[in-house]
């Protein structure tokens, strides 16, 4: 007897009817870029179709994002002024504390993740105190917890702290559910990998650092346990939702962690991810609508429940199946 894995694939409401996954715009976070100043929508350079907006012209991006079903954002911001300390970072009218605040004026519904970490603040480029070339992290841990409070205090609906400090999760529960913040839930960057795939962001986000790197707090991406370790930390100390960064080149940590624990999954495809597809389609190499629903589908695959991804407002236009490759 032959085996016929063919019977199901015969036509597409066949596959469809057997399909074991699904994407939907409801699966989406997409990531924005903050600035200082007046009426400016400045394309990012390093991330082709991607844009620096000033607070004022936040509203127009999130509506277009709410009219395609994109109800989640997750908030960068660049600040005027760098320091030391990252103080505008945790400063109440710091960039994003008043992006957070304008957006949740005009809509209340849209769902506000905050990154909570310093590299685009200080002027070293380093996610934490950084004195002697060392990351303190005990030092460190003040500072995130004062971000945090802050963007709670903004209006933010999900603290996402990306620094990779150890006891991080626990620290900023504690500060916010002092201050009156228990409902405000904490989105933990739990594995996240030293990594090449951020070189897009870090232009963007002008947040290399100036010296040494970060392999001293982001994992070793030769290592696959530690993520189980890393994660298991986080949760105790009172994730909501973990996630996994980057995603394509670490889907097997996805579907690890998935098989562990019961908490939500996030995946951050991250901008070399962007930049990857973005050019092998300006090549002629590939089919940039294939290929972006074939590697978002991938991460669903591996467990992940939601995606943070500079395509999803393409990912949105081709699942209502009105894709014009405009960007
Ligand atoms: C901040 C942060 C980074 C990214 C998200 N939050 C940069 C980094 O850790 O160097 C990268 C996102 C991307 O590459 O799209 N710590």
């Not at 990531?31 to 607070?55: C, L």
């Not at 304008?102 to 590299?119: G, M, P, Y």
């Not at 795939?197 to 991406?221: I, L, N, V």
């Not at 889907?251 to 908490?263: H, Q």
Request: hydrophobic share 40%.
């Amino acid at each position: 007897m032959i085996h016929r894995g063919r019977r199901l694939r015969r036509n597409s409401v066949l596959r469809s009817l057997v399909r074991e996954n699904s994407l939907s715009v409801e699966d989406f976070i997409y990531p924005i870029f903050v600035i200082e100043g007046e009426d400016k929508k400045e394309p990012i350079p390093s991330m082709e179709g991607q844009f620096y907006y000033s607070i004022d012209r936040l509203n127009d991006e999130i509506k277009e994002l709410v009219h395609l079903g994109i109800n989640s954002v997750i908030l960068f911001g660049l600040p005027d002024k760098k320091d030391e300390l990252g103080s505008e970072a945790y400063s109440e009218n710091g960039v994003v504390q008043r992006a957070v605040r304008r957006i949740k004026e005009e809509f209340k519904q849209v769902l506000v993740v905050t990154d909570v970490c310093l590299c685009e603040y200080t002027s070293h480029g380093h996610c934490g105190f950084f004195k002697e070339e060392k990351v303190n992290n005990d030092k460190t841990l003040e500072l995130l917890g004062k971000i945090a409070l802050s963007h709670a205090k903004a209006g933010a609906d999900i603290i996402a702290p990306s620094d990779m400090m150890d006891g991080r999760v626990g620290f900023i529960r504690n500060v916010l559910d002092k201050e009156g913040f228990e409902d405000i839930a904490i989105m933990s960057y739990s594995v996240k990998f030293s990594s090449a795939f951020y070189g897009p962001f870090r232009e963007a986000a002008k947040s290399t650092p100036q010296s040494g790197d970060r392999k001293s707090y982001q994992m070793d991406f030769c290592n696959g346990r530690e993520a189980i370790k890393e994660a298991s930390w986080d949760i105790e100390e009172g994730a909501d939702i973990i996630m996994v960064k980057p995603a394509m080149s670490y889907l097997d940590i996805v579907y690890s962690l998935k098989e562990r624990f019961n908490v939500p999954i996030a995946v951050y495809n991250v901008s070399g991810e962007y930049a990857m597809v973005k050019s092998a389609a300006k090549a002629g190499l590939i089919d940039e609508e294939k290929m972006i629903m074939e590697t978002l589908y991938s991460m669903k695959r591996a467990g992940a429940d939601i995606i943070i991804t500079y395509f999803a407002k393409d990912a949105a236009r081709i699942i209502r199946g009105e894709y014009h490759d405009n960007n």
